[in-house]
């Protein structure tokens, strides 16, 4: 018999090369950091509906309909105004985003021209 050791695997002995070949192919991303428009409206039509709701039922009521019927009203009207306040205050969210994308741009840009420098 002959005493031969196996070979390693292909795979142990490609991984170093592997890696380097990764690190030279890698393609710099960034991550928009955005909110979600969704949430913010549901959250201010819900507010707005708890808030119409509150003031439906709790303020006095000169009107000949019942106090379920005005609360409804008053609480669909408020409803729609939460919907159009949660919708700017995503916006507003969202229009600061690009400011510190272009940031995260800069500053990555600095770090790849600082590492070609040192590694020449």
């Known amino acids: 018999m002959s005493e031969q050791q196996p070979s390693p695997e292909p795979d142990e002995q490609a991984a170093p090369a592997d890696f380097d070949a990764a690190d030279r192919q890698v393609i ?11 949430p913010f409206i549901a959250t ?8 119409g709701l509150l003031c439906g039922f709790l303020l006095p009521n000169s009107t000949g309909v019942g106090r379920g019927t005005v ?3 008053v609480a669909s009207g408020f409803a729609v ?6 919708g700017v205050i995503a916006v507003m969210q969202d229009r600061g985003t690009p400011r ?12 790849a021209s600082d590492g070609d420098a040192s590694g020449s």
């Open 100 to 111: 510190e994308l272009k940031a995260m741009k800069e500053a990555e840009a600095s770090r």
């Open 28 to 38: 710099p991303a960034s991550v928009r950091r955005a909110p979600k428009f969704a």
């Open 81 to 86: 105004l939460g919907v159009v306040i949660g």
């Open 71 to 73: 609360a409804l009203l």
């Open 44 to 51: 201010g039509a819900i507010i707005g509906v708890v808030a």
